[in-house]
Structure formats: C-alpha cells, structure tokens
Nanobody, 127 residues
Framework: QLHVVESGGGLVPPGGSLKLSCTLS????????VAWYRQVPGKEREGVAC?????????YADSVMGRFTISRDIVTKKQVDLQMNNLKSDDTGEYYC???????????????????WGQGTQVTVSS
C-alpha cells in the first residue's frame, strides 16, 4: 500500500525558517513525482513545489520562488524535504505531501492529478 507521511510543521516567527519532510512508503517507484501543497480554510489547495521521481526537475509556485527549496534523497528517493526560509504570514496553512505517477522526469503542480495524499502538517507563521 502506498502512503506518505509528513513531519516538521510548527510555529515560526516571520522571517524564520522551517523544514518539512515527507517519507514515502517502500512501494513507491522512482516514477512518482512528489509535491507539497498547502491550504487555508476557505481557499483551494495550492501547489507549492514539486520534484520529479529522479530528482532532476523541480517546479515552484511564484509566491515561494527563491525562499523555498525542495530536495529528494538521492539514494533511496523515499524522503523529500521542503526547506522554507524567510517565512511570511501568508505562508501559514496546512501543508500536504503528495505523490503522483509521472515517470522519472515529470513534475507538475496539479492537485487533480495527485494519486496519494498525506495527512497534512500545520505551519503557522506568526509573531
């Protein structure tokens, strides 16, 4: 059974940093891209960053470009981290890890295509 588990959320002041981690179960092949989405109450789930199965392609939402970095363990490909720097209050939300089948080089932020969702982890940016 395929599942993903997030960790690392919490409370951080504006300008601070936080790292989220997503661990994939053993059944995932290298053909699954992994992405981070976030959602706040009353709004649609927003794609934040994604990385291809092989780790060579990354895409970011304009709102986080230059502040967030997504990475994938190069050996096992089973852990994906999201390093978030210079956090702003608008970054507050529930963050979800997601996996979708795209082959080793595909990476697209499209919630409708996600095959597996995590349970989410809360990130709150506040002083």
């Amino acid at each position: 059974q395929l599942h993903v588990v997030e960790s690392g959320g919490g409370l951080v002041p504006p300008g601070g940093s936080l790292k989220l981690s997503c661990t994939l179960s053993s059944g995932f092949s290298d053909d699954y891209a992994v992405a981070w989405y976030r959602q706040v109450p009353g709004k649609e789930r927003e794609g934040v960053a994604c990385i291809s199965g092989g780790g060579g392609r990354k895409n970011y939402a304009d709102s986080v470009m230059g502040r967030f970095t997504i990475s994938r363990d190069i050996v096992t490909k089973k852990q994906v981290d999201l390093q978030m720097n210079n956090l702003k209050s608008d970054d507050t939300g529930e963050y979800y890890c997601a996996a979708d089948y795209r082959g080793p080089v595909g990476c697209v932020l499209k919630a409708a295509d996600v095959d597996v969702w995590g349970q989410g982890t809360q990130v709150t940016v506040s002083s």
